[in-house]
Nanobody, 123 residues
């Protein structure tokens, strides 16, 4: 069973960069697809980015395309979200999640979640 712990959140200014990390435990990390999601106050949790288990495919929400990059290091059991040109609307709790479902862009297909890390972007 994979367990997930996010880190790297914080308070930054608009235009700044931030890298989120997701530490995973469990022997099956190399077999799971990984995603980052976020939830702003009063809003539903939404898809941000996802990466396949061999890192051959990545997907992004239109709102972050060109600004965020998801990548993983299977040797270290880590997945990252590099965020640049941050905007106040990126403020949210960011969650790392894992799934073995091949349809890993769909939030409902994720069954393992971390507790989240807060990202706040001031204007």
């Amino acid at each position: 069973q994979v367990q997930l712990v996010e880190s790297g959140g914080g308070l930054v200014q608009a235009g700044d960069s931030l890298r989120l990390s997701c530490t995973t435990s469990g022997r099956t990390f190399g077999y799971v697809n990984m995603g980052w999601f976020r939830q702003a106050p009063g809003k539903e949790r939404e898809f941000v980015a996802a990466i396949g288990r061999f890192a051959l495919n990545t997907y992004y929400a239109n709102s972050v395309k060109g600004r965020f990059t998801i990548f993983r290091d299977n040797a270290k059991n880590m997945v990252y979200l590099q965020m640049t040109s941050l905007k106040p609307e990126d403020t949210a709790v960011y969650y790392c999640a894992a799934t073995m479902n091949p349809a890993y862009v769909t939030i409902g297909n994720y069954n393992i979640w971390g507790l989240g890390t807060q990202v706040t972007v001031s204007s």
